[in-house]
């Protein structure tokens, strides 16, 4: 999918959490979203899932604007994990990634083969699949980000959004979905607060204060300049031994 934001701004009662939010996501990019804590990250994942309406502004999806799209064609278009996705329902784990099916289930298209397969292939990319009939409830925080990243492949989206999905997850979980993430052929947007996952997503933009301030590769876009201003750290880039770009950071300003 390709996506236009345009001249977005987002306010509760006067307070402006988003100003004037412009830029594009193209076709299949993996594209990192990183800012400072209360940058507007979270703000603008749920206004490009088109779950908060801009205050003014619009978000284009493959030309369609958001607001106009019906509910039913959005949830099968747009996939969003949020920060402290939860539920109070008493679910297995199957149950929960078989949610990622509804919007595709009518009275004239029941469930069928390919939504199992869908939600067995789901299972099988976080490696919860041996978890499938354990309740929700019983999981840990880690694993239930898991299983919230399994619902979002399971409705098959053509945008994913995930924000800051490596929460909670061990070392070896992080790397695993990381590399899952960037071999998705779909566009995909991560807000990220480890500038080093962020520096493998092709392109960055970098919010500062409800305003994008920098989108780019994240080579030209993570100066020191950059962290220094927008983050308040002072960092060196240097290479790591694969040759891969890394930032070291040093100390708080
Ligand atoms: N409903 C609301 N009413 C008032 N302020 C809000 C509301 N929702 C968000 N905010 C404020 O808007 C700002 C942006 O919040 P947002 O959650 O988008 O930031 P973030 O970049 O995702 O932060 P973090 O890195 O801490 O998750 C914050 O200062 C937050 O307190």
Redesign the pocket.
């Known amino acids: 999918m390709k996506v236009e934001v345009r001249d977005l701004c987002a306010r509760?009662?006067g307070?402006p959490?988003?100003s004037d939010v412009s830029f594009r996501l193209h076709e299949r990019e993996l594209f990192g979203l990183v800012?400072?804590?209360?940058?507007?990250?979270?703000?603008?994942?749920?206004c490009l899932a088109g779950l908060r309406r801009p205050s003014s502004g619009r978000v284009l999806a493959d030309g369609e604007d958001l607001a106009w799209m019906p509910l039913r064609t959005r949830a099968q278009r747009i996939a969003l994990v949020e920060?402290q996705a939860d539920t109070t329902d008493r679910l297995t784990v199957r149950d929960a990634v078989e949610l990622g099916r509804t919007p595709y289930l009518s009275p004239l298209r029941g469930w069928g083969v390919a939504d199992d397969m869908a939600v067995g292939d789901a299972l099988g990319a976080v490696e919860m699949a041996g978890f499938a009939t354990r309740h929700w409830h019983t999981l840990s925080g880690g694993e239930q980000q898991r299983v919230h990243i399994a619902r979002a492949l399971a409705q098959s989206p053509d945008l994913l959004l995930l924000?800051?999905p490596t929460n909670h997850l061990d070392i070896r979980h992080q790397l695993s979905l990381l590399a899952l993430v960037r071999d998705l052929r779909i566009t995909r947007v991560v807000?990220l607060?480890d500038l080093n996952q962020a520096m493998e997503c092709d392109r960055i933009g970098v919010?500062h204060g409800?305003r994008l301030v920098a989108t780019g590769s994240p080579q030209d876009v993570l100066d020191e300049a950059l962290l220094a201003e927008v983050f308040g750290v002072t960092a060196t880039r240097h290479r790591a031994p694969d040759g891969s770009p890394r930032l070291h950071f040093s100390h708080a300003l």
Not at 35 to 46: A, D, Q, V
Request: charged share 15%; aromatic share 0%; proline share 4%.
């Open positions: 509760v009662h307070t959490l988003l800012g400072p804590n209360g940058s507007g990250k979270s703000t603008l994942m749920r920060q924000d800051e807000a607060h919010l409800g």
